[in-house]
């Protein structure tokens, strides 16, 4: 049996987003290493000679399975770039299912699912302090500076 999925592409649960926004899909099977290299490169300050434009805001998603992998993504992206503001929103997405049979005149199966999805925002500029599911930005403790300049030295 062959399966195709299919998500909902209902809106995020975050009004207002703008369309310069660099959205970041998680998947079960996404690669932490590729979406932190490309977000931290398009985050960090570029030279003024580069054509690309630095990214002030990202969005990460995830469902399913891929929650956890975006929550991991986004607590590294917060050690890597300071001061990011962060809205994280939790809901469910629909996920239809099909099972296609491999003997012809057989019917396939659609099965429609509820999974869990999670939207975390995150922002060098300042958030609404009274939005639900708020975090400021994280002061960075003297293990984390110690770590991080001895992870560097290696």
Not at 127 to 147: A, R
Request: hydrophobic residues 30%.
């Amino acid at each position: 049996m062959e399966v195709s999925r299919s998500e909902d592409t209902s809106p995020y649960p975050m009004p207002g987003l703008g369309a310069d926004i660099l959205h970041m899909r998680v998947k079960e099977g996404s690669k932490i290493r590729n979406l932190l290299r490309f977000v931290t490169s398009r985050m960090q300050e570029k030279e003024k000679d580069s054509n690309e434009t630095t990214v002030r805001q990202v969005v990460f998603t995830g469902s399913g399975r891929g929650v956890t992998k975006t929550i991991t993504c986004v607590e590294i992206l917060k050690r890597k770039v300071e001061g990011l503001h962060q809205v994280s929103k939790l809901y469910y997405k629909k996920v239809n299912e099909t099972w296609e049979s491999l003997q012809q005149g057989v019917p396939g199966i659609t099965m429609q699912r509820t999974v869990p999805a999670i939207c975390i925002l995150l922002s060098k500029d300042p958030l609404d302090l009274q939005e639900p599911g708020y975090q400021p930005p994280q002061t960075v403790s003297i293990f984390w500076k110690f770590h991080r300049r001895s992870a560097n030295d290696v």
